[in-house]
């Protein structure tokens, strides 16, 4: 015997459509219906049962057959027609061959003869119950895999793009290697540290909180490039655009010295801001943009490294200035020719 326990089990979570001209019978097995169900909603006849159908979902139609204005039968066709599989269980008076010939033929899941029986009606609603609250978990379960599909995806195009930013990098440190032998690299570190000056009372050093933001931006800007080619997000672009702007914005706050380097990225900020050029020229030479991108970051995270733990007399800064300015305005001339040749053309370091 089906108790309301073992038909509550499955129906707490239905919403169902229960439709009787009868005003005091509709409203009477309403109550018994709301403990049962998640929702109740009523109609008086078959139009109005098919107009409130048309505006919500429901697991179960429960209907009368014989109706004014619209019957049983005929709502139930046109509700067959938006939902072959909606569960319908049919109520009538009558217990005659041409009625059940015609409902039977429309697909109802059960027909319930009146007067209503409780335990009748528990024990014809408990299997449509059970199999419409079975579906119910397959759709949320469907739309849960869906969903996990989609963070794959995206989880997919991350690590895609993670490895495309180490691969260029291997293939910059590669090129460095195969260009210049060691005792060519002892050179160029001589050459590099003898345009060292300790004269000067002005030094910079970097805060260690300044440090670990900008060695973050830029361990994040050539990712944010990759990740665009991967999904054409736009946000990816914009989260480049406020990166440069917060690195621009730090070294500013620090010695007029820098301010040539500054003043650069924020060249480079407002021509990433306008969006069309750098995304028309990563459509185009993607690796070319990734590459130029990679070699700003990595000479920036080698700037910062240095100055967080040395102090450095100014004179010696512009000789660090001087290749990072170069490979922006060689990425501003590249995204946008007109931006770097708006005003002469040349480069003013101090």
Not at 163 to 169: D, F, G, N, Y
Not at 289 to 297: Q, V
């Amino acid at each position: 015997m089906i108790t309301i326990n073992d038909l509550h089990k499955f129906s707490h979570r239905l919403t169902i459509l229960y439709v009787e001209d009868n005003t005091a019978l509709r409203e009477e097995t309403a109550k018994l219906f709301e403990p049962l169900f998640a929702r109740v909603d009523l109609a008086a006849n078959g139009k109005e049962g098919l107009e409130k159908y048309n505006h919500s979902l429901y697991d179960i139609v429960i209907t009368d057959i014989n109706m004014p204005v619209m019957n049983g039968v005929d709502m139930i066709a046109r509700i067959r027609e938006i939902n072959p599989e909606q569960k319908v269980i049919a109520i009538s008076a009558h217990d005659e061959t041409e009625i059940l010939i015609s409902i039977i033929r429309n697909g109802i899941s059960s027909f319930i003869l009146k007067p209503i029986n409780l335990q009748e009606l528990m024990t014809t609603l408990y299997p449509v119950c059970r199999d419409a609250d079975t579906q119910k978990v397959n759709v949320e379960l469907f739309e849960e895999l869906q969903e996990e599909r989609k963070k794959l995806k995206r989880m997919v195009g991350i690590l895609t793009s993670h490895l495309r930013t180490l691969e260029i990098k291997n293939e910059q440190i590669g090129d460095f290697c195969a260009q210049n032998e060691p005792e060519d690299r002892s050179q160029l570190l001589q050459e590099y540290f003898a345009k060292d000056e300790d004269e000067g009372d002005e030094k910079v050093l970097f805060i260690w909180d300044d440090c670990e933001e900008m060695t973050d931006i830029l361990g994040a800007i050539p990712d944010q490039l990759s990740r665009y080619i991967v999904d054409r997000d736009i946000e990816h672009i914009r989260r480049i655009r406020d990166d440069i702007g917060k690195i621009s914005n730090i070294l500013f706050r620090y010695t007029p010295f820098m301010d040539p380097l500054a003043e650069n990225l924020e060249a480079l900020k407002r021509l990433v801001a306008e969006e069309k050029d750098i995304i028309a020229m990563l459509e185009s030479k993607p690796d070319h943009i990734l590459n130029l991108f990679d070699a700003i970051c990595i000479d920036l995270s080698m700037y910062v490294k240095r100055f967080s733990q040395e102090s450095m007399a100014m004179k010696n800064i512009h000789h660090i200035h001087q290749p990072t300015s170069l490979s922006i305005q060689q990425i501003i001339s590249l995204i946008s020719p007109q931006e770097s040749n708006g005003d002469d053309g040349d480069i003013e370091f101090f």
